[in-house]
């Protein structure tokens, strides 16, 4: 069955930087469009970035633009998450799944903390 | 943005009562290959999101039947036939279609 582990979330200062990965199973991962979606505590969900299967298309939500990078290493099936320039309000819960317009798996998440 | 608003934001149900979940877009959903891609989500207390239907009818492997999923254009519903305690959570409509890909603000269904 499919498989998704988020880890690296962790607690990080504002304008420090994280990287989160999430490692998957049970799929095709190097055919498979990814994607991370972020949940703040108590709020609802943001859907924040894609990626596709061979990287050639990646796409990124306005709030995480020109400070998160996804990419992908299809030989480990991972994906990543390079998140720089942290904020305050980047203070969520970090989810991975594929398929971004169907969302179909979810991963248990991994808590990324942005406090002074 | 296509904005996905959902109503209402709180669901008190009686055990054994229908329950039901409306979402409508700001824009018609579409795809350029004639899907809709409009989705599902529980989540039930300290868990992740579940997905429970997809492209606005299709229920998900081990969804209870007592789920449906419905609607066109603008307006999708999501109904529970008979609410069972476990249906306790929240619940959010989702669009793929569109980018970015947006979620309602999220239905919270409690048990009277």
């Known amino acids: 069955q499919v498989q998704l582990v988020e880890s690296g979330g962790d607690l990080v200062k504002p304008g420090g930087s994280l990287r989160l990965s999430c490692a998957a199973a049970?799929?095709?991962?190097?055919?498979?469009?990814m994607t991370w979606v972020r949940q703040a505590p108590g709020k609802g969900l943001e859907w924040l970035s894609y990626i596709s299967g061979d990287s050639s298309d990646i796409d990124y939500a306005d709030s995480v633009k020109g400070r998160f990078t996804i990419s992908r290493d299809n030989a480990k099936n991972s994906l990543y998450l390079q998140m720089n320039s942290l904020r305050v309000e980047d203070t969520a819960v970090y989810y991975c799944?594929?398929?971004?317009?169907?969302?179909?798996?979810w991963g248990q998440g991994t808590l990324v903390t942005v406090s002074s | 943005d296509v904005v996905m608003t959902q109503s209402p934001l709180s669901l008190p149900v009686t055990l054994g009562q229908p329950a039901s979940i409306s979402c409508r877009s700001s824009q018609t959903l579409v795809y350029s290959d004639g899907n809709i891609f409009v989705n599902w989500f529980q989540q039930t207390p300290g868990q992740s999101p579940r997905r429970l239907i997809y492209?606005?009818?299709n229920r998900d492997s081990g969804v209870p039947d007592r789920f449906s999923g419905s609607g066109s254009g603008t307006d999708f519903t999501l109904k529970i036939s008979s609410v069972e305690a476990e249906d306790v959570g929240v619940y959010y409509c989702m669009q793929g279609t569109h980018l970015p890909f947006t979620f309602g603000q999220g239905t919270r269904l409690e048990i009277e």
């Open positions: 799944s594929r398929d971004p317009r169907r969302l179909p798996h």
């Open positions: 049970g799929f095709t991962y190097s055919d498979s469009y």
């Open positions: 492209k606005v009818s």
